[in-house]
């Protein structure tokens, strides 16, 4: 696992810091250190479709009710592309996290 080499090295070269800046670098790590922050950075792009779908239906819609139906319909499919992303084993990455945010942008 890309991962975890690229954890353990920055454990391993931090027990040096105090006599010298190491840093071990490697082609694969810049995917892996993607990886390690990708669930914060998905869960931020779709809590801003579910705030753009309320701003944008508030200012469309008259009604308060019809805001509040499109924006838990807009949350109840996002919820459901995770389930189906557990389901089918699919792993976060860079590509599913595009394809979640884009799936969103089209429910609205």
Do not use: Q
């Not at 669930?39 to 509040?68: E, H, I, N, P, Y």
Request: glycine share 8%; aromatic share 14%; proline share 1%.
């Amino acid at each position: 696992c890309y991962r975890g080499n690229m954890v353990g090295s920055r454990e391993f070269f931090k027990r040096f810091e105090d006599f010298f800046v190491a840093r071990y670098f490697h082609e694969i790590f810049l995917t892996a250190e993607l990886d390690l922050s990708i669930l914060r950075s998905t869960l931020l792009s779709m809590g801003g479709v579910l705030v753009a779908a309320t701003f944008m239906s508030s200012l469309l819609l008259k009604g308060l009710w019809a805001v509040v139906f499109v924006v838990v319909c807009v949350a109840a499919i996002d919820i459901s592309l995770f389930g189906v992303m557990v389901w089918w084993g699919i792993p976060l990455s860079l590509l599913s996290a595009i394809i979640l945010v884009l799936c969103a942008g089209f429910a609205v």
